[in-house]
């Protein structure tokens, strides 16, 4: 198995692990109407924002977001820029809206018929999230930046180990990146699927998701040079093929990734699931149904309502979440939950911090496209 040795992540739940399982155990939330970017929607939705952050000027924000995550997983691995140097370091990330061209100014500019200057294109050019990872720290194994929805800091994970175990390289930052943008914030409002209040994952009463923005980085290594938080033990996806937007009705590509997670392992050994859990109606009936199915019984959360949805992020920081509870043997309560939904056929996540055995742990993520990942953690006592 492929270790776990360094953790990190920044989001409106905390700018550290530390601080983020710390206001997560509390059950603090914080959604607020966004700050970054103006709305003129006559009622704004909220959205968990990154505070007084401020990024390197010369990259995007979400390529900032992405190095400070890594900053803190590198320190926790015990590895510093002289053994990065030394190793064949790759680099696989997740994003979404890292992705996109949309500095607009310099595109009204140019739509008036103007030649604004060229630096804001350079800035994206040069702000692809695992090439800028790549160039802060020096790293010179393989590159991927994951697209793949909201499923793609997930995938980033699951490819990561997969490196290690080809022998493409000797160490991996895997993760995912993404911040919060006026385009994403009204492209998700046309969809109709932001809820105008904190969001409730898994509750009856859930009205939709609210968005977040922030990063998580994991340092995957074969076993041996530093203390293991916990192993990567599986890793599955698999694709509905379905709806541009939505999830199969009966799960079908979830049902595929979560058996190939957990393919040769015992799934009676499951201590916790972190699940996708936007708070969307589809989303989180199609998700508990499964859930109530597959692992009967096997608690499971939602961290989103601390984080909001991150988009290409949210794998990554719900990775992070995952490792870290597994070695705590506890996780906190799914956020929002207070009433049970009978369309999910009696699954119900922890609505208080809970304490849970056994040496697995799963992070799961739904995407549009009908795209589905899980990662499987396995504890390293």
């Known amino acids: 198995m492929i270790a776990v040795t360094g953790l990190g992540c920044i989001s409106a739940a905390g700018r550290g692990l530390e601080a983020s399982l710390a206001s997560m155990a509390a059950g603090v939330r914080s959604p607020a109407p966004p700050t970054a970017f103006t709305t003129d929607h006559p009622e704004p939705c909220p959205v968990f924002e990154v505070g007084g952050f401020a990024a390197d000027p010369a990259l995007l924000r979400t390529s900032g977001l992405l190095a400070w995550a890594a900053r803190e997983a590198l320190a926790d691995a015990g590895l510093a820029p002289e053994d990065l140097a030394r190793l064949r370091v790759g680099v696989c990330i997740g994003t979404t809206v890292g992705c996109a061209l949309n500095d607009e100014p310099f595109c009204r500019a140019y739509r008036a018929g103007g030649h604004p200057p060229l630096e804001a294109m350079a800035r994206i050019l040069r702000s692809n999230p695992a090439e800028a990872l790549a160039r802060t720290f020096g790293c010179t194994g393989p590159l991927q930046t994951v697209v793949n929805a909201c499923a793609s800091g997930t995938d980033a994970v699951g490819l990561g180990a997969q490196w290690l175990r080809a022998g493409l390289c000797d160490v991996v930052l895997a993760g995912g990146a993404d911040e919060l943008s006026r385009i994403t914030y009204n492209g998700f409002r046309a969809l109709k699927i932001t809820a105008s209040e904190p969001c409730r994952p898994f509750d009856r009463n859930r009205t939709g998701l609210n968005l977040g923005e922030g990063a998580g980085?994991?340092?995957?290594?074969?076993?041996?040079?530093?203390?293991?938080?916990?192993?990567?033990?599986?890793?599955?996806?698999?694709?509905?093929?379905?709806?541009?937007?939505?999830?199969?009705?009966?799960?079908?590509?979830?049902?595929?990734?979560?058996?190939?997670?957990?393919?040769?392992?015992?799934?009676?050994?499951?201590?916790?699931?972190?699940?996708?859990?936007?708070?969307?109606?589809?989303?989180?009936k199609v998700e508990g149904l499964v859930l109530r199915e597959v692992l009967p019984g096997v608690p499971f959360l939602s961290t989103k309502g601390y984080t909001g949805h991150t988009l290409g992020a949210a794998g990554a920081l719900e990775a992070v979440f995952t490792v870290a509870c597994l070695e705590a043997g506890r996780i906190p309560a799914s956020a929002g939950f207070e009433e049970p939904d009978p369309a999910l056929g009696g699954a119900v996540p922890v609505d208080r911090p809970t304490s849970v055995r056994g040496r697995l742990a799963l992070s799961q993520s739904l995407a549009f496209g009908g795209n589905n990942a899980v990662v499987a953690f396995a504890e390293a006592r």
């Not at 698999?238 to 799934?267: F, I, K, Q, V, W």
Request: charged letters at 20%; a negative charge; proline letters at 9%.
């Open 217 to 284: 980085v994991l340092v995957l290594e074969r076993p041996g040079r530093a203390r293991a938080r916990a192993f990567v033990a599986g890793y599955g996806t698999a694709c509905d093929a379905y709806h541009p937007t939505a999830p199969h009705p009966e799960g079908a590509g979830l049902r595929r990734a979560l058996a190939g997670a957990l393919e040769g392992l015992d799934p009676a050994e499951v201590a916790f699931v972190n699940a996708h859990g936007t708070a969307t109606p589809d989303n989180d």
